[in-house]
């Protein structure tokens, strides 16, 4: 028992520190660099574009060809170009890039999955030798995705939305954050795991402007709730669930706003408030620019991809950036894309 009691302090003692470092780590690469001659020593070292790493195409699609391999690295390398022209100044940091082939289409005869990363590796104060050295990992990137949406929809269940009685896939979209050149933007924690914080932001083009899902209204999220609470109470009136009345509880808050909301409120689109979240739903709904969210289906299927224009071509672009807030060279290296990367030619790569 004493060395269980250890064992759990030992493990609070650690988050705790987890924690201050993720909170202090700008003061921590200020006195980091300092060692070193500070900020301007490290700027003073530039990198150059470099491709060390081999194409990954040993999982692409099966049922694609290897000779439409020609024409989807000819876009790859159009879109990484994109990349490379955002950064006239590499100071302080080395970009390496590399191109996949990889994943399955989303329809049997639809468009291939590819991508291109670049990723920048900063220099940094190694202070067990008091000498600058390039980072040995990073969590700075920059990726295109043709095609495919990787880590941008979170898949909550199967729900009854509908009257039809038929289930349905819903997901959860990342939190919008305003826009990007135009293009709505979205906030992600995925890769937010570490002991440094890593920001997320991902923007999705479209064919023809639309995007790939389909927002829930109220209407739909609260009959998905109902549906799961006239489920789960059902059962806890048979004993097969603890705590029943707790679905009860909230079956009251939407049962109330479904018989008193005008039909225009319920077709509005359910922006889930985050201090509840997707379950707790008590009588309000959220607002996006205080960290509301949405739920929605993907309409990734034959209404939205054309399978008459060959695999090769770009259909769908998910364009994803991820940085530690706190370090300079990162801000330098993702502060440089958003104000440079020419998003109108990449937007002009669907359909062609």
């Keep these: ?4 009691a250890l064992i759990i302090v030992l493990l609070i003692c650690i988050a705790g520190t987890a924690q201050v470092s993720r909170r202090n780590l700008s003061a921590h690469y200020a006195k980091q660099m300092a060692v070193c001659g500070g900020i301007d020593s490290i700027m003073s070292r530039k990198g150059t574009w470099k491709k060390p790493y081999e194409d990954d ?7 694609s060809s290897l000779k439409q391999h020609k024409n989807i690295y000819a876009r790859i390398d159009s879109a990484f170009l994109l990349i490379k022209q955002s950064f006239g100044n590499l100071q302080g940091f080395e970009p390496r890039w590399h191109r996949s082939i990889r994943g399955n289409s989303y329809l049997q005869d639809g468009p291939v999955p590819y991508a291109t990363e670049a990723l920048f590796f900063g220099f940094y104060c190694n202070t067990n030798i008091n000498k600058i050295l390039l980072q040995g990992e990073t969590s700075t990137a920059v990726k295109i995705h043709f095609n495919k949406l990787p880590y941008f929809f979170q898949k909550i269940g199967n729900w009854q939305i509908e009257d039809t009685g038929k289930l349905r896939t819903v997901y959860r979209l990342p939190t919008s954050v ?13 890769f937010d795991q570490g002991p440094t914080r890593v920001h997320t932001k991902i923007v999705v083009l479209g064919r023809n402007g639309k995007k790939p899902w389909r927002t829930l209204t109220r209407k739909q999220y609260l009959t998905g709730l109902k549906n799961d609470a006239d489920k789960m109470i059902a059962a806890g009136d048979g004993g097969k669930v603890f705590n029943a009345g707790a679905y009860k ?7 109330q706003y479904l018989d008193t909301a005008s039909t225009a409120t319920l077709e509005q689109p359910a922006i889930i408030d985050p201090s509840v979240g997707i379950w707790g739903f008590k009588g309000k709904f959220g607002s996006e620019k205080e960290g509301g969210f949405r739920l929605a289906q993907s309409a990734l299927n034959r209404n939205y991809f054309d399978t008459s224009l060959p695999r090769h071509v770009p259909q769908l672009i998910q364009i994803l950036w991820k940085y ?9 290296v993702i502060r440089q894309f958003e104000d440079e990367f020419p998003l109108e030619k990449l937007k002009a790569m669907i359909d062609n």
Aim: without cysteine; charged residues 30%; aromatic residues 16%.
């Design 249 to 255: 509880e909230r079956l009251h808050y939407i049962t």
């Design 1 to 4: 028992m004493k060395f269980l």
């Design 57 to 63: 195409n040993i999982f692409s699609d099966k049922t």
């Design 324 to 332: 530690d807030p706190d370090d300079p060279v990162a801000q330098h």
């Design 178 to 190: 305003g826009e990007w050149k135009g293009e709505r933007m979205f906030f992600s924690d995925i």
